[in-house]
C-alpha cells in the first residue's frame, strides 16, 4: 500500500451509475444513470480530488494517503447537502481491492459505510451501507468507470 494506489484514477471518466432511489434498508427501486468524473493528484502526490457531475447534482471526494498509519482516508461532498462533508472513510488497498468502513447519519439513523473499490482499466467503485454494527450489509449504490 502506498501514496500510489489512486493512481489508476487519475484522469477523465464516464460513469455508469446503479443507486437504490430511497434511503437503504427502505427502498428497493434501483435507477441508473451516466455521470461524467475527473480525478487529479493533489498535495505532491499523497492526495487526489475527485469532481463528478450528474444531469442534476455534483459531488467531490477528497482522498487523503496517511504514511504514519498507512491508510486512506475518504472524504464525500455534494450539492444535495450544501454545508455537508461526511465523515471519512478509513483503508486500504490489498492486491488491487481497496475497502473503506466509516460512521455516518442517513435518515436519522447511526450506519456503518462500506466502500469497495477494485482498480484496473475499467475501475468499479461499491457503496454498502450496515444498519445493524457491521453484521449485514446492503449494497446501494455502484459507478462503473469508463475512461473518456
Same mark, same amino acid.
Given at each position: 500500500?502506498? &501514496?500510489?494506489?489512486?493512481? =489508476?484514477?487519475?484522469?477523465?471518466? $464516464?460513469?455508469?451509475?446503479?443507486?437504490?432511489?430511497?434511503? %437503504?434498508?427502505?427502498?428497493? /427501486?434501483?435507477? &441508473?444513470?451516466?455521470? /461524467?468524473?475527473?480525478?487529479?493528484?493533489?498535495?505532491?502526490?499523497?492526495?487526489?480530488?475527485?469532481?463528478?457531475?450528474?444531469?442534476?447534482? /455534483?459531488?467531490?471526494?477528497?482522498?487523503?494517503?496517511? %504514511?504514519?498509519?498507512?491508510?486512506?482516508?475518504?472524504?464525500?461532498?455534494?450539492? $444535495?447537502?450544501? +454545508?455537508?462533508?461526511?465523515?471519512?472513510? /478509513?483503508? $486500504? =488497498?490489498?492486491?488491487?481491492?481497496?475497502?473503506? =468502513? +466509516?460512521?455516518? @447519519?442517513?435518515? +436519522?439513523?447511526? @450506519?456503518? @459505510?462500506?466502500?469497495?473499490?477494485?482498480?484496473?482499466?475499467? %475501475?468499479?467503485? &461499491?457503496?454498502?451501507?450496515?444498519?445493524?454494527?457491521?453484521?449485514?450489509? &446492503?449494497?446501494?449504490?455502484?459507478?462503473? =468507470?469508463? $475512461?473518456?
Amino acid at each position: 500500500m502506498s &501514496e500510489n494506489d489512486f493512481d =489508476f484514477f487519475h484522469g477523465h471518466w $464516464r460513469v455508469l451509475n446503479r443507486k437504490i432511489t430511497d434511503i %437503504p434498508g427502505r427502498g428497493t /427501486e434501483w435507477v &441508473e444513470f451516466e455521470a /461524467e468524473t475527473e480525478a487529479r493528484p493533489a498535495l505532491g502526490g499523497g492526495a487526489n480530488i475527485e469532481l463528478l457531475r450528474a444531469a442534476d447534482w /455534483e459531488g467531490m471526494t477528497l482522498r487523503q494517503y496517511d %504514511p504514519a498509519d498507512d491508510v486512506w482516508r475518504i472524504w464525500w461532498a455534494s450539492s $444535495r447537502a450544501p +454545508g455537508k462533508l461526511d465523515p471519512p472513510l /478509513e483503508g $486500504r =488497498f490489498t492486491d488491487g481491492h481497496g475497502v473503506f =468502513f +466509516g460512521d455516518d @447519519v442517513v435518515g +436519522g439513523q447511526a @450506519v456503518k @459505510v462500506r466502500f469497495d473499490w477494485i482498480a484496473g482499466d475499467d %475501475p468499479v467503485w &461499491e457503496q454498502q451501507f450496515s444498519y445493524d454494527g457491521g453484521d449485514t450489509w &446492503e449494497k446501494n449504490w455502484v459507478m462503473r =468507470f469508463v $475512461r473518456a
